[in-house]
């Protein structure tokens, strides 16, 4: 009974806003002040862009996997194999997107941001599993 409240309380909206927000401001200020401080116009343009989004979009994709992973009952004793499926899937999906766009001047911050945000995400997960 009360690992179906803490899976609840952990994949709702509220959970999905807690996590998207801080993907998406915290690489995104990071690197918008790395490029005002070295005084690098195309480091502050990709903070909000290429930087910001992808990593917002990668915690969505790796928030929903895990929903439907932990929902499903998928993988849920093994987390380590999951959470390499989660970052191995992002980072595959972040690389189609890099291809099929055209991003190829973008790919470091593409699959950098990418890669951060899932597995930031997955920690986060993992903590509050075991703090609850």
């Not at 990709?46 to 932990?70: D, H, K, P, R, V």
């Not at 980072?91 to 899932?118: D, K, P, Q, V, Y």
Request: a positive charge; charged letters at 10%.
């Amino acid at each position: 009974m009360n690992s179906t409240n803490s899976l609840e309380s952990t994949f709702n909206f509220r959970g999905l806003i807690t996590a998207a927000l801080p993907a998406y401001v915290f690489p995104a200020l990071m690197s918008f002040i790395s490029g005002f401080l070295l005084q690098n116009n195309n480091l502050m343009t990709a903070s909000y862009s290429s930087i910001g989004l992808s990593s917002l979009l990668s915690t969505l994709c790796s928030f929903t996997l895990l929903w439907q992973l932990e929902s499903k009952r998928i993988l849920v004793r093994n987390k380590l194999i999951r959470s390499l499926l989660i970052i191995v899937l992002i980072m595959g999906l972040a690389t189609l997107g890099i291809w099929l766009f055209n991003w190829h001047h973008e790919r470091f911050n593409i699959l950098f941001s990418t890669f951060l945000g899932a597995a930031i995400l997955i920690i986060r997960d993992l903590v509050i599993k075991r703090n609850s």
